[in-house]
């Protein structure tokens, strides 16, 4: 169902809120309100939503890759097996939203609130979280692979048997995060806090296993 993004507007405003399958490729959305709107299976690639009160809405397998979500607000959005490929997210509100086997290589998440979101087996290989905040985020199985996680607050996190290979963790909080057989090989870790983290059955970055 091809549509335009004024059509889209229009049928929001008119009360409509089932856009499932909507074809809207490099749609221009900035700053639009499609609050629990329903974009399931919708092609945005290389859409423009950047600004956008997107809270509570379904883009679950929705077509996201190259498309603009900075500052959103994502707020409990359902993005599950989405592709994200190359998305930028920057600041964007991700609290509590969920992004499981979601397709998030090469994104651009940098200062992203992800606060309880759940991305167990997201692909995030190559992302940028630099400085995002993933408190108490599920990371259950997540590849994290050359992941740059600079100053990224992971406290709490649940990073269960997640691939951190070679990723960039320099003075990230992974304080009191569940790290049981992740594997943190080649990861650089310089001043990252990991008090209280869980790391039985990791590897570490000099390739040893904890006990």
Same mark, same amino acid.
């Given at each position: $169902?091809?549509m ?5 507007? +229009? ?73 994200? &490929?190359? @998305? ?26 992800? &606060?309880?979101?759940?991305?167990? %087996? ?7 979280? %630099? ?20 100053? @990224? $607050? ?16 320099? +003075?990230a ?12 090989s080649?990861?650089?870790v ?18 040893? $296993?904890?006990?």
């Amino acid at each position: $169902m091809y549509m335009n993004a004024s059509k889209l507007l +229009r049928r929001y405003a008119a009360g409509d809120r089932d856009f499932g399958g909507a074809q809207l490729r490099g749609a221009y959305l900035t700053e639009a309100i499609l609050i629990g709107a329903d974009l399931r299976q919708a092609d945005l690639t290389g859409a423009n939503l950047s600004g956008s009160s997107l809270k509570g809405i379904n883009l679950n397998e929705a077509n996201l890759s190259e498309a603009n979500l900075s500052v959103a607000d994502l707020n409990g959005a359902d993005l599950n097996d989405a592709n994200l &490929v190359a @998305a930028d997210l920057r600041k964007a509100n991700l609290i509590e939203a969920t992004l499981k086997r979601a397709n998030l290589q090469r994104a651009n998440l940098r200062e992203a609130n992800l &606060v309880f979101a759940n991305l167990a %087996h997201a692909r995030l290989y190559q992302a940028d979280l %630099h400085g995002a905040t993933l408190f108490q985020a599920i990371l259950h199985r997540a590849t994290l692979q050359d992941a740059d996680l600079i100053g @990224a $607050m992971l406290q709490e996190a649940d990073m269960r048997g997640a691939d951190l290979n070679r990723a960039c963790l320099i +003075r990230a909080d992974i304080s009191k995060a569940i790290l049981i057989a992740a594997d943190l090989s080649g990861a650089n870790v310089l001043g990252a806090n990991l008090q209280g983290a869980i790391l039985t059955g990791a590897i570490m970055p000099d390739g040893t $296993m904890k006990d």
